[in-house]
Structure formats: structure tokens, C-alpha cells
């Protein structure tokens, strides 16, 4: 039940200890006109201020902790009293004059959150949750167990003796496949049975990579770009790469998702999934990532030797201070900046020109090093 206006100022002087005659000073009135105010036998008087300097006379005598606790239980609707006077001071006065208290934008936002909470609760019979799918997955942990469950979703394929269509892309450093020479021997095998059995690789490159990085991975992948099987693509937006995803799916069959941050690889979760619905969502979000992408490179084979005699000839014309490189039956040229053409020198011939400029620009920083 609401307070008279008798019983909030009883209620004020009782917290302060404040007597008839301090208050009756305080604001200029006689302690027998405080007094009746007080019993509830007189009202406010018309012609001289009463509550706006009762309201600052109380702020400033609340100044222990029991009177603050006290009175913003009492007169606060967030439950806290305002250490700022004058914030008090004004608090009191509503309260007096029987007044709602204005609330800072925080208590608005409170209320409000308040109120929609109170309101989804009365209509959270409107909406049934389901208990969603259940369906089994495999975990693996960190680099190793990416490794192995790289190795146990390609054995399966290739096991399936059918050709398949696999979508690779993953973002993750390279490391997880180069640090263990074992498995990236296994890899390169599994994945040329994979070819052989009739397969395709639909790949998104990361070209964020440093310089040492894309050498590698173009020597991991070269031997598989010469079967042709390969469609290499790659996001020609710049990314922060803070967040590294990982999707490989092959159609109806399993695939493997996880995703990371950058440098912690290595404590990721990675998850080999085989329900269907899952492996159809991961499709379609690569098919939709895939729209986005561009071509990598320009893959040709070639019939006979003489063939790469041409396009060097050509390429080191465009340029003189082309660079150059081989080593064993890979031979790369560059126009700094420009191009970057790779030489399959031993049947069958391939040919590769790359014309992404960080691709590019990766490729020119490694081959600096080295001369």
C-alpha cells in the first residue's frame, strides 16, 4: 500500500534522526508546523516550498550505508541510491510528490528488457521446439587427429571403388599436413587412388600463405594438377583470417568440418560426420562459397617437349628481369608482379600460369630467397 505523504516524511526524519525543530530550521518553518505535517493534520503549505528543499535537506543527511540501503528499498526503483546529491536530492522529490523516479537510459533498457522477457514468457507456448536430429559424429582433436581422420575419410572413398566428386577447402596452416612426412606420403597416395578410381577434386585455396607455405602446398598439389582431375579455385576478397575454416565433403558419402583461430590449430575440434542432412548442409555452404570464387589458375597439358620450349621461349621475351628457378623436373619463371608460369619438364607436360597477384607476389618472395 502507497505512503501518505505524512508517513514518507516520518519515514525520512526517523532514518536521519532528524527533529522537528533541525527540519523546521532547515526549511523555515516552526517544529509545531513540521510536527502536524508530520501526524498527517496539516498539509503542504501553498505559499512557501516545502518539498524541493526537504529533498536536498534528506540527500545530504543520508550518508551512511544503513540509510542508503534503506532508503533505496524504500524509494528507488533499480534498488541502488545515487552516491550524486543532487540525483538524490531529485529522487526524494518524486518520491514526495508521489512521482514516478526517472530512470537513467540503463534502467529504461532494464525495464524494457523486463517487460519482453515477461512478455516471451506468457507466449512461449506459441512456439514447440523440437528436440532436433540426432546423428552420430566422430571427434578428433588437433593437428594429429585431423591427420587421422583426413587419412580414414579418403581410405573410405577410395575403398567405395566408385569415383567421386570431392570438395576440399580449408584454411588452417599448412602444417597439419607437412609436419608428419608419414602421412603427407599417405595422403599423396590416397588421393592419386581417388583419381585413378575416376574421381575430381573441386578445391578453394587459402592464398593468404606466406611464402614458404604456397611453395609447399604447390609442391604437394603439382603431381595431382598434372592428372587434370583438379579444379583449383580460390576468394578473390581479402580476409583477416582470424577465423580458419575447414570443409571437406564428398556427396552422400561423409565429411569432415571444423573451424579454428588463427594459431590454435592445434586445441581445434574436427568432425567427421556421416548423416546425411549434416553432409548435405556442408555442400551446399561450399557450393555457396564457391560462387564466390575465381579460378586459380590455367592448367594445360601439353603433347610434346617441344611445347614447353615455346611458352618459356614467350615467357622470358615478356620481361627481361624475369626470375627463374628449377629443380628436378619443376621449372618456374616469374614476371615480378605479373605472372608466374610452372613447367612440368617430364611426360606427361603440364603447364601452369597464375595470375593472382598475391599468389604471384608469394611465389616472387620465395624465389628472392633463394637466389
Not at 59 to 77: F, G, M, N, V, W
Not at 186 to 205: E, P, Q, S, Y
Not at 303 to 317: Q, V
Request: some cysteine.
Amino acid at each position: 500500500m502507497a505512503k501518505t505523504l505524512a508517513e514518507k516524511i516520518d519515514f525520512l526524519m526517523t532514518l536521519t534522526n532528524t527533529r522537528n525543530s533541525e527540519l523546521g530550521r532547515a526549511l523555515h518553518f516552526d517544529a509545531s508546523y513540521i510536527s502536524r505535517i508530520r501526524s498527517g493534520k496539516r498539509g503542504l503549505p501553498k505559499g512557501q516550498p516545502f518539498i524541493e528543499p526537504a529533498g536536498l535537506y534528506f540527500a545530504r543527511a543520508i550518508s551512511e550505508d544503513y540509510q542508503k540501503t534503506a532508503a533505496a528499498q524504500e524509494l528507488s526503483p533499480q534498488g541502488y541510491w545515487p552516491e550524486d546529491e543532487k540525483k538524490a536530492a531529485a529522487l526524494i522529490r518524486h518520491w514526495l510528490k508521489g512521482e514516478k523516479a526517472e530512470q537513467n537510459p540503463v534502467s529504461k533498457l532494464l525495464t524494457a528488457m523486463q517487460a519482453d522477457g515477461s512478455a516471451a514468457k506468457s507466449a512461449s507456448g506459441k512456439y514447440k521446439a523440437t528436440g532436433g536430429t540426432k546423428a552420430a559424429a566422430i571427434y578428433y582433436y588437433g593437428n594429429s587427429g585431423r591427420r587421422d581422420c583426413v587419412i580414414n575419410f579418403l581410405t573410405m572413398l577410395c575403398e567405395t571403388g566408385a569415383p567421386q566428386t570431392v570438395l576440399l577447402r580449408s584454411e588452417e596452416d599448412i602444417e597439419w599436413m607437412t609436419e608428419d612426412p608419414a602421412f603427407l606420403q599417405t595422403w599423396a597416395g590416397l588421393m592419386m587412388r581417388l583419381i585413378a578410381n575416376g574421381g575430381r577434386i573441386r578445391i578453394i585455396h587459402s592464398i593468404s600463405r606466406d611464402a614458404n607455405e604456397m611453395w609447399e602446398a604447390v609442391q604437394n598439389w603439382i603431381p595431382l594438377y598434372m592428372t587434370g582431375a583438379i579444379e583449383p579455385w580460390y576468394y578473390p576478397n581479402l580476409r583477416d583470417g582470424v577465423l580458419r575454416r575447414t570443409i571437406f565433403v564428398a556427396p552422400q558419402q561423409a565429411a569432415i568440418t571444423a573451424v579454428s583461430v588463427k594459431g590454435q590449430a592445434e586445441d581445434g575440434v574436427n568432425a567427421y560426420v556421416t548423416d546425411p542432412k549434416a553432409i548435405e548442409a556442408l555442400q551446399q555452404e561450399f557450393n555457396a562459397y564457391l560462387t564466390l570464387c575465381r579460378p586459380l589458375m590455367e592448367i594445360s597439358r601439353l603433347e610434346k617437349e617441344s611445347d614447353l620450349a615455346a611458352l618459356r621461349s614467350g615467357f622470358l621475351k615478356s620481361d627481361d628481369s624475369c626470375l627463374s628457378y628449377q629443380q628436378g623436373y619443376i621449372e618456374i619463371y616469374l614476371d615480378p608482379g605479373n605472372r608466374c608460369l610452372i613447367l612440368k619438364t617430364e611426360a606427361p607436360y603440364c603447364a601452369f600460369l597464375l595470375k593472382e597477384p598475391r599468389m604471384v607476389a608469394a611465389m616472387e618472395q620465395y624465389l628472392q630467397t633463394l637466389k
